[in-house]
């Protein structure tokens, strides 16, 4: 079964998060990548806790998506310790463009 007639859609900046509104968007984004690439390795917590070192309830809390307890600093970190890089551009901001776009390059 189709759907006809014109279909209205707004392309994505690359952030989810952002393009529904949500605050610390950035945080959220690289949380959710973070969480993404434990889940896609199946490690068990205790694990997670050894390969990024830290301890279990903290495993726990990103494993549930309280980033906003962690940095975004230190999230960064746990991407550089599962072996991604973080790209970082500083670049003039056109007038109307957000002060920060953060994208998940796969």
């Given at each position: 079964?189709?759907?006809?007639?014109?279909?209205?859609?707004?392309?994505?900046?690359?952030?989810?998060?952002?393009?529904?509104?949500?605050?610390?968007?950035?945080?959220?984004?690289?949380?959710?990548?973070v969480?993404q690439?434990?889940?896609?390795?199946?490690?068990?917590?205790?694990?997670?806790?050894?390969?990024?070192?830290?301890?279990?309830?903290?495993?726990?809390?990103?494993?549930?998506?309280?980033?906003?307890?962690?940095?975004?600093?230190?999230?960064?970190?746990?991407?550089?310790?599962?072996?991604?890089?973080?790209f970082?551009?500083?670049?003039?901001?056109?007038?109307?463009?957000?002060?920060?776009?953060?994208?998940?390059?796969?």
């Open positions: 079964m189709g759907v006809s007639g014109p279909h209205n859609y707004t392309e994505s900046s690359g952030n989810v998060f952002a393009d529904v509104g949500l605050g610390a968007a950035d945080e959220l984004l690289t949380g959710y990548s969480r690439i434990l889940k896609d390795r199946n490690l068990k917590q205790l694990e997670v806790a050894e390969l990024l070192d830290i301890k279990q309830p903290e495993v726990s809390n990103l494993m549930l998506g309280k980033y906003h307890l962690f940095s975004e600093g230190r999230l960064i970190h746990f991407l550089n310790k599962l072996d991604h890089k973080v970082i551009q500083i670049s003039q901001r056109d007038e109307g463009e957000p002060f920060q776009d953060v994208a998940l390059i796969l």
